[in-house]
Structures are given as structure tokens and as C-alpha cells.
């Protein structure tokens, strides 16, 4: 039997390990790619090639590729804390903008067959609502920065070189196998740690600045899945939940699937984009989505799984390169 083989950057993290499983079971053989950084041994499928080491080790690298000969590259390693980018720039840029072009000039050298990459809304910055792909980019922070930068260079490899690549911008994910310990980012785990600490839920501002919170059976399927279909190569997709709610109303849902009364701390605001959500027509309509789960419905299945299993924990993070202007929790 003729496998599909499959690279997996970031496939022992969260939304990897769900592409990696969601592949295996396309029938692709799959090797996952993770320095461990922010991800988790046991989240890498059981029936994967896991390698461990960074996307910036270009000699490692350089062997996978000559070694597996790839068909695929699923490229979902990243650092995405947002708001943390303005701090931690060159960390930022060395990791989701230079490791990802390792990646490209490999793809290229190799003649990969189609290169998957997971952006993010933060390119759009604040902008019309809801985002839609046509939407000129602005992105406010490196993150978006540094995501936007990706998805220029893949258009520009693609006019030079022909190599094909879809591009995703999900929007705040989340779901089983989520990281409840990196205090930076990932809202959903951070209110659910905080609860499972038995301390309040921490919001910058009112809390009134809206998002649509995007459960992981809506995202990584389709990822997954790309390779496979004409219409997603050389195309932008927004994918995602519809419906933006407020911070604040996130705390109390999440709360309620504990089945407790939410305890809130507001903490002074921070530099964000007050509103972001997408539009999810392009999408829907090429990969024929009918619908998403609804917010109070994945949250219980989020809960559900963090009860039976133990949270991980990662190390303390230590390339903080600003200290001016940081929050004050994340300073201490």
C-alpha cells in the first residue's frame, strides 16, 4: 500500500495533535515533528513517528525531509501568545516567522506537494466585522506580524516555485488536550485553571471586548482534510465558531458547565483588539461545513476531560525581552 506521508510541526500540541489523529485515520502516515516546548508526549498518536526538536534546526530538518520524502507539510508549530508578542519580539520572530520559512525552502528543495499552514485572525487587526479573507490585513502585535509575514512568503514561493499551500486562520481554539498551564494565552484554559486553583477568573478591562470561541472538532478536521480537496489549494480560509461573545460572558459559561458561581477579577486593560470575529462563508462552502458546535455544548465536553484527566504543566517561560508596559500579573 502507497502511503501519503504527512509532516506535523507542533503535532504533540494541541490543535497538531488533533490534525496528526485526524491524518493517521485519512490513511496518511504521519510524522510529528515537536520540540516539547509547549506540547505534551502524550498527545502524539500512538501510531505517529514522533522526532523531537525545533522548526529552527534547519540541519535536523534538512535529514527529516531527505529521510521521509514528504508528500505534506502541516505546519501548526508556533508560540501564539498574542498579547504577549509585543514583549517577547525576537522570541516571537525566530519562532513563527524564521522557523516557518525553514519549512518553506525545505518544501521548495523537496517538492512537497502542498503546504498547510495555520495562521491566525490577529492578521486583520482591528477591521471590519466579521472579518472576512478580502479584508486588507493590519495586524496590531508580532504575532499577526510575524503570521501575516508566513502567509506573503508562501504566495510569493507559490508565484516563484509552484508550490501549492492552504492557508487557515482559526480563532481562538479550544477543546481536549489544551494547555491549562501556559499563563499568556488561550483564555478558555487560563478561566479553567484559575477554577480548578480555586481563584477568580482574571479579565483585562470590562471584559466586554468580543470573540468567537471555536471548539477543535470545528477547526482540525478540515485542516486535515485540505490536501485532498481542488478548490482549498492556493486559498485563505477563515475557520471557526460564528457567534462573538463577550469576555465576560465566557467567564459565566464556563462557570456554569463547572456548575459553580463565577468568581471575577478585573484586572486594569490591556493593548488588544477590542472585537474580533470572522466571517466563515468562504469556508462553509468549500468544505460543505453545515454546522459548528455551540459554545455551552463544547465547553462541557472541555470540562468534562479536564475532570478525568490530570492538567499538564509546562516550564516557566523566561524569554521575556520588555519589561515596560507588561501586565502586572505577568510580570510576577
Not at 14 to 38: E, P, Q, T, Y
Request: hydrophobic share 40%; glycine share 6%; proline share 5%.
Amino acid at each position: 500500500m502507497e502511503y501519503k506521508t504527512s509532516l506535523v510541526t507542533g503535532g504533540a500540541g494541541f490543535i497538531g495533535s488533533h490534525v496528526a489523529d485526524h491524518l493517521l485515520k485519512m490513511g496518511h502516515r504521519v510524522v510529528v515533528f515537536d520540540d516539547l516546548s509547549g506540547g505534551f508526549k502524550k498527545n502524539i498518536p500512538t501510531k505517529s513517528i514522533f522526532i523531537r526538536g525545533s522548526i529552527n534546526n534547519q540541519k535536523l530538518l534538512d535529514k527529516l525531509f531527505n529521510k521521509y520524502q514528504f508528500d505534506y507539510v502541516y505546519h501548526l508549530a508556533a508560540y501564539a501568545a498574542e498579547g504577549l508578542s509585543h514583549y517577547i519580539r525576537r522570541f516571537n520572530y525566530e519562532n513563527n516567522l524564521i522557523g516557518s520559512i525553514n519549512l518553506i525552502n525545505l518544501s521548495i528543495k523537496y517538492n512537497i506537494k502542498h503546504f498547510v499552514f495555520t495562521s491566525s485572525i490577529a492578521v486583520y487587526g482591528t477591521n471590519q466585522l466579521p472579518m472576512h479573507e478580502d479584508l486588507f490585513p493590519q495586524p496590531e502585535d508580532p504575532y499577526g506580524i510575524a503570521k501575516l509575514a508566513v502567509e506573503q512568503d508562501l504566495k510569493a514561493a507559490n508565484k516563484v516555485f509552484g508550490l501549492t499551500y492552504t492557508i487557515f486562520r482559526p480563532h481562538n481554539v479550544y477543546g481536549e488536550r489544551q494547555n491549562l498551564s501556559d499563563p499568556y494565552r488561550n483564555v478558555v484554559g487560563i478561566f479553567i485553571k484559575n477554577i480548578l486553583a480555586d481563584k477568580p477568573m482574571t479579565i483585562y478591562g470590562n471584559g466586554k471586548q468580543k470573540r468567537a470561541f471555536s471548539y477543535i472538532s470545528d477547526v482540525a478536521p478540515y485542516i486535515s482534510e485540505c490536501t485532498d480537496i481542488t478548490k482549498a489549494k492556493n486559498s485563505i480560509f477563515n475557520i471557526g465558531a460564528e457567534t462573538p461573545y463577550s469576555v465576560l460572558t465566557l467567564a459565566h459559561i464556563i462557570a456554569k458547565a463547572f456548575n459553580i458561581q463565577p468568581k471575577i477579577e478585573f484586572l486594569p486593560p490591556r493593548k488588544e483588539v477590542k472585537h474580533a470575529y470572522s466571517d466563515h462563508k468562504k469556508v462553509k462552502k468549500v468544505f460543505k461545513i453545515n454546522s459548528t458546535i455551540t459554545l455551552e455544548e463544547g465547553l462541557k465536553k472541555m470540562v468534562l476531560w479536564v475532570k478525568q484527566n490530570v492538567p499538564n504543566t509546562t516550564k516557566k517561560f523566561k524569554d521575556i525581552e520588555i519589561y515596560k508596559k507588561i501586565p502586572t500579573n505577568w510580570r510576577l
